[in-house]
Nanobody, 123 residues
Framework: QVQLVESGGGSVQAGGSLRLSCGAS????????MGWFRQAPGKEREGVAQ???????SYADSVKGRFTISQDNAKNTLYLQMNSLKPEDTAMYYC?????????????????WGQGTLVTVSS
């Protein structure tokens, strides 16, 4: 069982930045596809960014150029740097260790999930 704990959410104004963190209970990065996902009120959960097992990264079109996913293997921690935030980025953000993923396709799937951290962007 893998436990994931997100932190770093909060309220910011449009144009601002936040960095989300996801701490894992074990070394996940060699065995799982690590990703960030989000769910806005009344909408389905969607993919934001992921790091595939080989280290390649993929992003949803809506966040390309604004968000950066990274990981610190020594700390078993996944990050999501979010810049130039927009009101439409408002959502609960989830970290996940997926059993598998496809390069370039960032979608939710089976795996271990955190409880989420809320990001609110005001205009």
């Amino acid at each position: 069982q893998v436990q994931l704990v997100e932190s770093g959410g909060g309220s910011v104004q449009a144009g601002g930045s936040l960095r989300l963190s996801c701490g894992a209970s074990i070394d996940t990065y060699s065995n799982y596809c690590m990703g960030w996902f989000r769910q806005a009120p009344g909408k389905e959960r969607e993919g934001v960014a992921q790091i595939e097992k080989g280290g390649s990264t993929s992003y949803a079109d809506s966040v390309k150029g604004r968000f950066t996913i990274s990981q610190d293997n020594a700390k078993n921690t996944l990050y999501l740097q979010m810049n130039s935030l927009k009101p439409e980025d408002t959502a609960m953000y989830y970290c996940a260790a997926l059993f598998s993923c496809r390069k370039g396709v960032v979608v939710p799937g089976p795996g271990y999930w955190g409880q989420g951290t809320l990001v609110t962007v005001s205009s």
